[in-house]
Each structure stands twice: as C-alpha cells, then as structure tokens.
C-alpha cells in the first residue's frame, strides 16, 4: 500500500507542479520523493512533451501516457528501482493528461479562469460509535486503534455480541478502512460503513450505503458478506466495488478478482458487473475493464465509457457544485478518461475541454455543459 500511495502522491505532486499550483513544502516533498525513486523530473517533463508531439491527440480518451510510458520505461531496468518504475507509470500518464505538448502549456498558462475556481469540499470522515457518539477522524487516525481502546477482552469475545462501529465519508475525499480481520474498504465521498469491533468465529458481515472498494482477506471457513439495502454479496477472498447509493435506482457489484455471489444465485466472475434494478429487482450481467475500479481505488479518477451525466455526478460529490446541460443530450455522451485527484476542480475542467467535445461556463457554484463544438 505504502507504493501505491507514494505512486500517486508524486503524480499528484507533479500535477500540481505543473499547474504552477504547489507550495514551497511541497516542492520539498516533490524532489524528496523522486530522488527516492530514481527519478529525474526534468527529463520526464521533457521526454514526455516530445513524444506528446509525435503521438497525435486521441483527446477524447487521454490515455496516450500509456504509450509514453513504453518508451521511457527503459531508464529503470534496475531491480531496485521498482517502486521508481510504479512512480514513473503513474507521473507519465498525469503529465500527458496536462498536454505538455509547446501550445497546450501556453493555452493553459494564457486560459482566463477568473470564476472558475472550484475547490474540494473540505474533507470531513466521521468515526460513530455503539453509544452515538461520534469523532472527526482526521488523515493520519488509524480507526483500528481507536476501536481497541473501546473493545472488551479477547476473553470476553467468544461470550457477547459485537458491537457496531460506522465510518461515513460526507465528503472531498475517500478513506480507507482496515477491518479487524485484515481486510481493506476504499470508501468513496457520500458513503458509509457499520462493521464489527470483531468478526464472530462463522462468518464476516458489514453492511454498505454508498461506494466502497473491497480488497477482502481470505478466510475459508469464514465467508464475508456485504449487505446493501437490496443486494447482498458473499465472497471468500477477492477484490470486488459495490455502489448502492440511496439516491440511485441500481445496485452495481463490479468483481475485480476471485469470485463473488450476489443474493445466493448470481455468481460473477473477474471482469463482469452485476446490475441490480432496484424497481423490477432484476440482476442484469456485463462485461467490464474491471482494472478501472482498481485504479480509482489508489487515486485516480477513471471513467470507462461513462456518460458525461455520470461523470459530472461524480465530480459533484467530490466538489459539492450543481450543474446542468445546455443541450440535454449532453448527457447521455460517453466519454474515457483518466485524470489524477485534483484539489481545484477548474484544472480538471481544463483538461476536459481539451477533447474539445465541451465547455464549462461557471457562474458561482453551478455549472453549466455546453458543446464545444458549438
């Protein structure tokens, strides 16, 4: 985990560098970070900017730093520079996401954003205990920790019933939890988790309102289920994304690895997306890039074919702005994309328009889609 975070803490360090947007301490941790990895930031910037130039612009998909990553992974062949090799992938993709091609950088440096600054909806994730009361926990709190100091004996355990904690993520950020049997949940903005201070002897239960991504420890005699309004799903070991939002009409169980059963009948297998039709009850199986989810799970914002009303809901619940279509078919357009955590919303928009398939018009907190065609 420690890689993952450091992968994209220097993308978006590097992003932000770019972007003219970062401080003196960052700018500290920035050269700290790549000097640990073995990376040269000078020659990222300028070997990525020229094969920016040569590549083309498939716009509508930002996913050219892969290509770039091709041909720069050569630097670190060292088996010690593993970690700078994860560092560079991810630094690769963001910086040619920013277009860092000679005109684009002018265009971003000359772009009047006057108004259209949007920033993160200040991180706030909320730890309640049994009795109701609850705490702000913040970055660096080890939810675990603070459950032990409340928790009865292991003596005890075999004899009472477990008591049930929630972690609600209200908004601007996601929070990983680590349960008591090992297992991980990335919660996303607007979600919540009640899970045991400890699983019983037979089986594993939380239960889910939101999004969360599950990296589940295997157990074989101890099956672990997550409980949805609607759905509930049973796995053994695997890593599986659950969203089930109140507010939405459909239930989606996207299975990454291993194997998952969803309400005792339906089996999915790596790679498929179970949709449950909260109305009709219906469970309806696709086909999906199941990597997408793994991806967004270390820090990525990662849109797979999505339509750009899904995508700017998504946005919304990350920044707490209203928006609407000026066209309303607008909405139903499908777009791939892939663009690093940001703190300003406004950077994000720049990057989006750069498909040339639409613009923002901001006028205080909402948004307005227009065609950039238009």
């Known amino acids: 985990m420690k890689e993952y975070y450091k992968s994209t803490r220097l993308a978006r360090l590097l992003t932000k560098f770019v972007m003219q947007d970062i401080s003196e301490g960052e700018k500290k941790e920035l050269v700290s970070l790549a000097r640990k990895a073995g990376v040269n930031i000078q020659k990222i910037i300028q070997d990525v900017a020229e094969k920016e130039m040569t590549l083309g612009n498939d716009d509508a998909e930002i996913e050219t730093g892969k290509k770039v990553w091709l041909s720069i992974e050569n630097e670190l062949k060292r088996p010690k520079r593993h970690v700078g090799r994860l560092l560079l992938r991810y630094a690769a993709i963001i910086i040619v996401c920013l277009g860092l091609s000679g005109g684009f950088y002018l265009y971003m440096n000359q772009v009047d954003d006057t108004g259209r600054e949007i920033v993160l909806l200040e991180n706030e994730t909320v730890l309640e ?69 400890f699983f019983s002897l037979d089986e ?36 599986f994304n659950v969203r089930a939002y109140k507010e939405e009409q459909t239930i989606e169980t996207v299975l990454v690895s291993g194997k998952v059963m969803l309400n005792g009948t339906t089996v999915l297998q790596p790679n498929q ?56 078919a607008l909405k139903n357009k499908k777009f791939r994309l892939r663009l690093p955590h940001m703190d300003r919303f406004d950077q994000l928009m720049i990057l989006m328009e750069k498909t040339g398939e639409i613009r923002f018009l901001v006028s205080g907190n909402h948004i307005k889609i227009k065609n950039g065609k238009e």
């Not at 049930?164 to 993520?169: A, D, Q």
């Not at 295997?218 to 799903?233: A, G, K, L, Y």
Request: charged share 25%; net charge negative.
């Open 273 to 328: 997306m179970a949709i449950f039709d909260c109305g009709n009850r219906q469970i309806k199986i696709e086909e999906v890039n199941a990597d997408v989810y793994r991806e967004r799970s270390r820090g990525m914002f990662v849109f797979d074919n999505r339509t750009l009303d899904e995508i700017m809901h998504e946005f919304s619940q990350w920044f707490g702005f209203e928006y609407s279509f000026e066209d309303s």
């Open 129 to 197: 205990f049994p009795s109701g009361h609850s705490v702000v926990l913040t970055d660096k709190t080890n939810v675990l920790d603070i459950i032990r100091q409340n928790t009865v004996p292991l003596e005890k355990k075999s004899t009472s019933a477990p008591e049930l904690y929630k972690v609600r993520v209200l908004c601007g950020a996601t929070r990983t939890i680590i349960l008591e049997d090992s297992t991980t949940v990335v919660l996303y903005p607007g979600s919540e988790l009640q899970f045991p201070e």
């Open 204 to 239: 594993r239960s939380v239960m889910l309102l939101g999004e969360g991504y599950f990296n589940v420890k295997r157990d074989s005699t101890r099956p672990f289920t997550v409980n949805t309004e609607q759905v509930s799903i049973e796995v053994l070991g695997t890593s």
